[in-house]
């Protein structure tokens, strides 16, 4: 993958992917996280991997800062704002006790998350104590009610934008499963009254609150005491809402990552499965590269967006003139016309939707049978119903035979084959690993698979195959490199990590450039250990023989002829770049005396690039003698 | 360009046994012309029929023999001509040798060529091989074989030979098609030829490569396992997507008498300040801004060169795990092949150890790659198995890239058994499905493999020449519909569907499907029969919701009424009504929220009014009675209490089935609904 965000300048009309791996940001996201602070948040804690105890106050403000990290890479139109409740300090619009709402300089409260607000809220767990402190804000006794003033805040915060365009959500996160425990009598029943009127009138605005419970080992958190009610769980649900107890930390915080997503279906489709019988399907984009967001192009001297502007200019008559309707292909000593309706008409094979051919069995996908990241499908009975129940059954059978369905997507930007494996659920301690359902996997045509295999085929001799003692030690040397717990997203990307992180320290005009950890790097410590060391040497020596030189052991043929003939060619020039004296030149402006051949004389000696014109072949050496 | 010419000679049987498949050689051998029409304009093509009852060779005149071959078209450069010279296509009526045709094809390069253009001249025979070849005075067949291979390869010549069999040529002799299948595969052992089997015309039409190019590495160099051991590798793309032609912008301003006219459309780029949209920024004050939220951090080149991920030019092993911990649907990209140095024996066997070892113990390797130097990135990826089946071909590896955590979006989805048992299938249900499974099969045993990615067509670039052909001749043709053959790649079989009709027939009958009845008319899209393409109609439609300038796209602050009016009144989508109600509920709310006291309320009554009255128009009388029925329960705060007080002596109230036929208030429950409410606010 290349990281070139002048990829984006693309025309359309040359990349038709780019629809595909755009997401589409029909909907921004408004989340306003509130977050407990009373001392029991900073009293309970769970232990980590390494032995160290966590407070959950710690563990819920990490996640947060992971989740905007995320956002501002990602979804980085969408709003946030951040909430703490049971505090001592007050800070909001309606200016009621007990809510704090962390904010930076040059931002709303609910606003697009800013490189300093991403740096602030890192540290604020040093500064917490200090500028907005800890405190229980239900007493018994008072009728102050925090939880309740919280989401009012957020509510009102959340007035902004239309329900319809944004996806509003209040994500809470708390330890106390009975907010009003510490009250009794009618109060209690009084204030658990308001805040769950409180809740359900966000809920008729449209906004969606999520419980995100941390509980301890030893207590499990009890929705059924009030939370259930507040976010309107019902039976199953309920039952269904805490996965596991008593969970690692990792477990936790896992669970509390993935309930921040919000799913965004790419489209709807149907599965024709024939003679008209349709089921229903949503389809989603679990897996799609990310790439560091779009560049825009800015006045260097006032740093004030340009706006980019294309003008379409006849060849013939220099006139200005309008985006043409038509296209033309040369063919045959001739421009063949094309209509932009005509080209759709030929892409248009096959209506949009998936149409099923048949089943093979799993054998029959191929490793190369891969063009683009795949597609999540899932059923849906909003408007068929009966789809699931069809969807469950194929996808059982499919899982239980091992076969994959073969299907046609008559998709507008490229319509083709696609293979739909069925994938069961698969449930780890840290909840749901892979979700049920089909994953559609974009096949290649004919044409698309290139036989590359075959073209260094020796005919004379045959290839060489490896003895079964060869094959014994290459088995040793795979068991002791073996990663166990290999899982296929653990790395971070470090291009696109270095790429953020330097966007954020030039953000903050910080003068450091921050070191990222290449996680991609292999492990040399283990690569080092005994046994690996032995497995490899034993397999090196089995398949290579003994006073094995891999430098001299070059392929033979033009490959090396090449390198060869470019090496001599480095030294030539080098040779003869050594006759000029370059300074001398370029300060008389001479050089644009001397010819291309010679210009690059110098460029190949100093590992320049040579290509360009003969202008640009001398502003380079001038860059390069510091002219 | 020239000098990556390629010399192509087709070797066509057109005997009797080939009548059936004539239709689809004559539409791929155009298909290939097409494309070098367009991508290759200097190769170079000849054409040799074999079955005819004439004669018609060099080599017969000089040696004689070579019967029943006719070259039907001398090896020339490609032009229209020829496209039209398979539209008639001779059918003899002997039985080709393909030993001859393929002679006579060899001759035909070997003159026009002689030592030259080595690699890049290639035969391309299609046959079915059902009829014998003739014995030879000198040696056995197999001699003979071995003879023509060992020209070929001296004189770099590859081979591609289409056998089409199965339900495609009815039965023939098995012992001569046995012989024939040896004798042909002699060749793919003795020189660069691949012999490929194909029973249908769809694959037919896949079988033969109709795009010519001449691949690169992406990579030379060391796979390193660990710093001790390294393997030298190359590494080309194993797959990559053919795009849909690009063409050109066409400009219709020459004037018509103009002959030398290029009708091309230059493209010219200008950047101009926002704030003053007169002023032109030149190209080279520009300078990048990356996002980073709402800022946009300029960063010059040089900069940016300085600070940006510079990772080392490097393939390294990261270690092996089991191949159940790779699931298929994380392949992200198209797929690369490792393979060991040409030439390189001991890199070619370790290779080869590796990937058996891999195979038999299930294991895939992990790897960290960077191709190039000063590339900005790595990938991480994994390593599977390639076992060769040829002999003269190394073993080699697949590589497939894997996502990054910032690639994979964790989102959660119900667990099936979550679900009420309406939607679980039952016993009968789970039987009707498994046999649909098994039965519907692509790939049965006695047959091959239908639909196989390698021997499948595009459709689309398949219709794309085929109408530029037509419109080459006819400049008005209309877009044909597809082709009938390749409708088996679109839609299902028929066949296959008629043959196991009584499964299919179980499972429609175990499952039903009913639309929806909640839903309202407008969006029940999905079941309702139209006409084919009507989807992407649809699809157009909400596409050009999003560009065009839509007058009135949300209710303002001015002219709340007339905005929702407007809104109200788009009928390009039935979206709009209900994004104008609920804009119009949620200004309702905020003008009566943010009113002081009661300043706003008149307008606010205004807004309502309108909302009733549109809601009786579009029938949604639900919408506006649950709005009405919720200001009245949220009148706990005092300004809605205010508000809604106000509301009764205007007498409006719900609106009834009188008024809206959908809705479940009757005359007397509206009426009533104002005095019940009087009375609460006493």
């Not at chain 1, 997401?23 to 029991?40: G, H, N, T, W």
């Not at chain 1, 209690?188 to 805040?195: C, S």
Request: hydrophobic share 35%; with cysteine; charged share 30%.
């Amino acid at each position: 993958m290349e990281l070139d965000p002048d990829d984006i300048f693309k025309d359309d009309e040359d990349d038709p992917d780019s629809e595909f791996y755009q997401q589409r940001e029909s909907s921004k996201e408004f989340v306003v996280y509130l977050v407990d602070a009373s001392p029991k948040m900073f009293s309970s804690t769970c232990p980590s991997e390494d032995g160290k105890e966590e407070t959950h106050f710690h563990i819920a403000i990490s996640c947060i800062a992971q989740s905007l990290k995320t956002q501002i890479i990602n979804r980085s139109y969408d709003e946030v704002a951040i909430c703490f409740f049971n505090t001592r300090e007050k800070k909001n619009l309606q200016d009621l006790n007990g809510a704090f709402v962390f904010n930076v300089a040059e931002r709303e409260y609910l606003d697009r998350p800013t490189a300093r607000l991403i740096k602030d809220f890192d540290c604020i767990e040093e500064s917490f104590t200090k500028d907005i402190g800890s405190q229980y804000g239900i007493v018994s006794g008072s009728r102050e009610n925090s939880l309740y003033n919280a989401l009012w805040i957020a509510q009102a915060l959340l007035r902004k934008g239309s329900a319809k365009t944004a996806d509003k959500r209040i994500l809470l996160f708390t330890n106390e499963d009975d907010p009003f425990g510490s009250i009794k009598g009618v109060a209690k029943a009084d204030m658990t009254r308001t805040t769950l009127q409180r809740a359900k009138d966000a809920q008729d605005l449209g906004i969606s609150i999520e419980l995100l419970p941390l509980s301890q080992p030893d207590e499990e958190f009890n929705v059924s005491l009030f939370y259930s009610d507040l976010i309107g769980l019902e039976g199953d649900e309920l039952a269904q809402f805490m996965p596991s107890a008593g969970q690692k930390l990792q477990d936790m915080k896992d669970q509390l990552r993935k309930r921040m997503f919000t799913k965004r279906i790419v489209r709807r489709i149907t599965l024709s499965i024939a003679n008209g019988l349709s089921i229903e399907l949503n389809t989603y984009a679990l897996i799609r590269p990310t790439l560091p967001g779009a560049i825009t192009w800015l006045d260097s001297v006032s740093n004030r967006p340009l706006k980019t502007e294309r003008s379409f200019i006849c060849a013939d008559t220099g006139a200005l003139m309008q985006e043409p309707a038509k296209r033309y292909q040369p063919y045959k000593n001739d421009n063949i016309m094309l209509s932009v309706e005509e080209l759709s008409e030929i892409k248009r094979v096959s209506t949009g939707h998936l149409h099923l051919l048949g089943f093979k069995p799993l054998s029959c996908l191929k490793d190369y049978h891969n063009l683009r990241p795949s597609t999540f499908i899932f059923p849906s009975d909003k408007e068929v119903i009966g789809s699931t129940c069809i969807f469950i059954a194929l996808l059982r059978s499919m899982v239980n035979l091992k076969r994959f369905a073969v299907a046609f997507y008559g998709s507008s930007s490229r319509p083709q084959l696609v293979a739909l494996v069925a994938q069961d659920e698969i449930i780890s301690a840290g909840g749901q690993v892979e979700p049920p359902g089909m994953h559609m996997i974009y096949l290649p045509y004919s044409d698309d698979v290139r036989h590359v295999e075959e073209i260094h085929s020796d005919t004379n001799a045959g290839a060489p195959r490896a003895t079964d003692e060869q094959i014994k030690k290459a088995a040793a040397l795979i068991k002791r490199i073996d990663l166990k717990d290999f899982s296929v997203f653990q790395f971070a990307n470090p291009g696109l990590q270095r790429h953020y992180a330097v966007l954020q320290a030039l953000a903050l005009d910080e003068d450091d450039m921050p070191e990222i950890n290449d996680e991609t790097l292999p492990d040399e410590e283990g690569m080092a250990r005994p046994g690996v060391v032995k497995a490899v040497e034993e397999f090196k020596l089995s398949v290579y023989g003994e006073n094995y030189d891999e430098e001299s052991d070059m392929g033979s043929g033009k490959a090396s002829d090449a390198s060869k003939k470019r090496k001599t060619a480095a030294e030539n020039a080098a040779k003869e770049s050594a006759n000029y004296n370059w300074p001398d030149l370029a300060d008389n402006g001479q050089l644009k005396d001397l010819t291309v051949t010679e210009l690059r004389y110098y460029l190949t000696a100093h590992n320049l690039p040579v290509t360009g014109k003969k202008e640009v072949l001398i502003s380079r050496i001038l860059t390069h003698l510091g002219k | 360009m020239a000098r990556n010419k390629e010399g192509l000679v087709l070797l066509l049987d057109v005997g009797p046994t080939m009548y059936s498949v004539l239709p689809e050689i004559k539409k791929v051998c155009s298909m290939l012309i097409q494309k070098k029409l367009i991508y290759g304009k200097f190769d170079e093509v000849g054409v040799v029929v074999f079955g005819t009852q004439e004669t018609d060779n060099e080599l017969t005149k000089e040696v004689g023999g070579y019967e029943h071959v006719v070259v039907l078209r001398n090896i020339k450069v490609v032009d229209g001509d020829l496209v039209d010279a398979f539209q008639e296509l001779p059918r003899g009526n002997f039985d080709g040798d393909y030993l001859d045709a393929i002679v006579v094809g060899m001759d035909m390069l070997i003159k026009k060529y002689q030592a030259t253009n080595k690699g890049k001249k290639r035969l391309c025979l299609i046959t079915n091989a059902l009829c014998p070849i003739k014995d030879s005075c000198e040696g056995t067949k197999e001699d003979q074989v071995n003879t023509i291979a060992a020209q070929m390869s001296a004189h770099g010549m590859k081979m591609e030979s289409v056998i089409v069999r199965g339900r495609l040529c009815g039965g023939g002799d098995q012992r001569i098609m046995a012989e024939n299948d040896r004798l042909l595969n002699l060749f793919s052992e003795k020189t660069s030829a691949r012999a490929v089997y194909v029973e249908s015309p769809t694959a037919l039409l896949g079988a033969v490569k109709t795009r010519n190019i001449s691949p690169v590495t992406i990579f030379r160099g060391d796979l390193e396992l660990g710093s001790k051991m390294k393997i030298k590798v190359w590494v080309y793309k194993k797959t990559s997507e053919e795009k849909f032609p690009t063409l050109k912008k066409y400009s219709d301003k020459a004037p018509p008498t103009d002959r030398f006219a290029t009708h091309e459309v230059k493209v010219d780029y200008e950047y101009k300040s926002v704030e003053d949209p007169n002023k032109v920024v030149p190209p080279e004050q520009r300078i990048k801004g990356y996002r980073y939220g709402p800022q946009v951090v300029p960063i010059s080149s040089a900069e940016w060169d300085a600070v940006k991920f510079k990772p080392e030019k490097s393939v390294k092993l990261l270690g092996f795990t089991d191949a159940s911990n790779i699931m298929r649907h994380y392949y992200m990209k198209d797929v690369n092949v490792f393979i060991p140095e040409p030439g390189n024996a001991r890199a070619a066997l370790a290779v080869s150890a590796l990937a058996r070892a891999m195979k038999e113990m299930n294991k895939v390797a992990i790897l960290r790659c960077v191709w190039r130097q000063g590339q900005g990135s790595v990938v991480v990826g994994v390593l599977t198995p390639n076992i060769s089946e040829k002999d003269s071909t190394p073993d080699s590896f697949y590589f497939n890239v894997l996502p990054f955590a910032e690639d994979v979006r964790e989102f959660q989805f119900p667990s099936f058994s979550s679900f009420p048992a309406s939607w679980q299938p039952n016993e009968q249900q789970q039987e009707a499905a498994d046999n649909l499974v098994k039965m519907l099969d692509l790939a049965p045993s006695a047959k091959q493999e239908a639909l196989l990615p390698d021997f499948t067509p595009n459709p689309v670039l398949e219709r794309f020449y085929r109408h530029l052909e037509l419109k080459s001749k006819h400049p008005d043709a209309a877009v044909p519909p597809l082709d009938e053959t390749l409708k088996t790649i679109t839609e299902a079989d028929p066949d296959l569907l008629s043959e196991k009709k009584n499964v299919m027939d179980a499972f429609y009958k175990s499952f039903e499907l009913k639309e929806n009845p909640r839903l309202k008319k407008s969006s029940k899209r999905l079941l309702e029969k139209k006409p084919s393409g009507s989807d992407e109609d649809y699809q157009d439609t909400t596409n050009a919701l999003v560009v065009k300038p839509v007058k009135v796209e949300k209710i303002g602050d001015s002219s709340p009424v007339q905005d929702f009016e407007a809104m109200m009144s788009c009928r390009d989508s039935p979206d709009w009504v209900s994004k104008a109600i609920q804009d119009m509920k949620n200004k309702i709310y905020s003008l009566v929220e943010n009113s002081y006291d009661g300043d706003n309320h008149g307008k606010a009554m205004e807004c309502l009014l309108a909302l009733r009255k549109g809601c009786i128009l579009e029938q949604e009388p639900k919408q506006f009675n649950d709005f009405l029925h919720h200001l009245f329960n949220v009148r706990q705060e005092k300004k809605f209490r205010n508000f809604c007080e106000s509301l009764i002596p205007k007498g409006l109230t719900l609106i009834s089935k009188s008024e809206a036929i959908d809705s479940e208030v009757t005359d007397d429950e509206a009426r009533n609904f104002l005095v019940k409410k009087e009375l609460k606010f006493e």
